[in-house]
């Protein structure tokens, strides 16, 4: 192969463990005599489009170590979608720097953005090998067992629906009813790992609401009702992206943000409208808790699994790079289940960008507003051992 630079950039909402996908595509690249200088566009694609491009070479060769710990982008993000007119000036800039390894990390739309890279050198004769390393805690993209990012905001959601339903619990006289809104574009993956610290039907979460199925009010009413009855308390979780039967969403869209650029629409309220919802029909006092933006980037809740995981895919794709694949992305092989072992692979762009993986329907329980044992088997192993749980008194609360 031809003897050039890298250049890598990180595009997305942050995660936990995306710098340490950063960490190890830089340190495949710097331990390689193929490779020139190691570049990295700031806030992705669009540092290549202002020149806003570091030279990696001169960080301490010891940072990356801490990168790999560090939460959020640390060449800074962004969600910009390339203008066709644009891409002119993307390849004079891969031009200009002799950049011949074009590594970028993302999800769905960044994936579709290295592809479109991919195609435009190839158009103009310019030889390039563009890679993608998968990340997203939507944990949607296809042909990859799962997402880096997803297992450690498993854990975060998990663990904190546990500390949730004791609140609620110990508070049941006075709040009986917890809404807990989670992010999840078009899949439920994030809203169905709150179940993994659930060792007895009366544990939190009795209600998962998710996009794959439609919202009902009326369903979602009594199934507040009955746990209600049944438990003396309610928590519920929902993706905030949850539809009804028109396919309407339970959310409002933000009215300042309205979308990003690639169409996708800012929501908000839906724990909000429930548990007015419930107030009014039930007569009975109900809170939300919406975690934000830290349910995707807490290290401090990072899943040791998914932080090697990531380093290894990142690893991976300057490595395939490097070795002349082009147009592809790194996905995660499951080998086996217990113990848990998984191997990166290569999968074709096409096949990746701008498509969805939802959850299937045997991750979902058949008969009620919940998961099926499947999806336990599939998700525990994700996010680094046990789920988090917590030792009750015998008989807690008094009732």
């Known amino acids: 192969m031809s003897k050039g630079n890298l250049i890598v950039g990180q595009s997305g909402g942050c995660t936990a463990v995306i710098n340490s996908s950063l960490a190890g595509v830089v340190e495949a690249a710097l331990s390689s005599d193929q490779v020139g200088e190691v570049y990295g566009m700031r806030h992705g694609i669009e540092g ?28 800074g993000s962004g969600r910009y979608k390339l203008r066709d007119e644009e891409f002119h000036t993307i390849l004079e800039a891969l031009q200009r720097l002799d950049v011949r390894y074009f590594v970028y990390i993302g999800g769905n739309d960044s994936a579709d953005t290295a592809h479109r890279v991919s195609l435009a050198a190839r158009q103009e ?45 110990a508070m049941r006289r006075v709040d009986p009813v917890k809404i ?13 790992s709150a179940a993994l610290g659930r060792r007895r039907e009366s544990d939190a979460p009795h209600l998962i609401y998710v996009p794959e199925r439609p919202f009902s009010r009326e369903g979602f009413l009594r199934d507040v009702r009955e746990c209600y009855e049944t438990h003396g308390y309610v928590v519920a979780v929902v ?49 939300f808790d ?4 830290i349910q995707r980037m807490s290290i401090a809740m990072a899943s040791p699994v998914d932080l090697d995981e990531a380093y290894t895919v990142g690893r991976h ?23 848990y072992v998984s191997r990166p692979g290569l999968v074709e762009l096409t096949s990746v960008a701008n498509q969805q993986k939802l959850l299937p329907e045997e991750y979902l329980d058949p008969g009620r507003a919940h998961v099926s044992p499947a999806f336990i088997e599939y998700a525990l192993p994700l996010i680094g051992g046990e789920a988090t749980t917590f030792p009750r008194l015998h008989g807690f609360p008094v009732g």
């Open 239 to 287: 993706t905030e992206t949850v539809r009804d039967e028109s396919g309407e969403s339970v959310a409002r869209t933000d009215p300042v943000f309205s979308q990003d650029s690639f169409g996708h629409r800012y929501l908000t309220g839906a724990a909000s409208y429930l548990c007015d919802l419930v107030a009014r029909e039930l007569g009975l006092r109900a809170r």
């Open 290 to 293: 919406k975690p934000g933006t």
């Open 48 to 75: 290549l489009l202002t020149s806003d491009v570091i030279d990696l070479r001169r960080e301490p060769r010891d940072v990356w170590r801490s990168i790999r710990r560090t939460p959020s982008a640390a060449l």
């Open 180 to 192: 807990l809104e989670v992010m999840g574009r078009d899949a439920g993956w994030v809203a169905a």
């Open 317 to 339: 794709a300057a490595v395939s790079a490097l070795a002349g694949e082009d147009d592809r992305m790194v996905g995660i092989e499951r080998v086996s289940n217990s113990p």
């Open 125 to 169: 004769g310019y030889e390039l090998y563009a890679v993608s390393v998968p990340k997203t805690i939507d944990n949607d993209l296809p042909h990859t067992d799962h997402c880096p990012g997803y297992g450690s905001i498993a854990r975060f959601v998990s663990t904190v629906t546990q500390e949730i339903g004791l609140d609620t619990e």
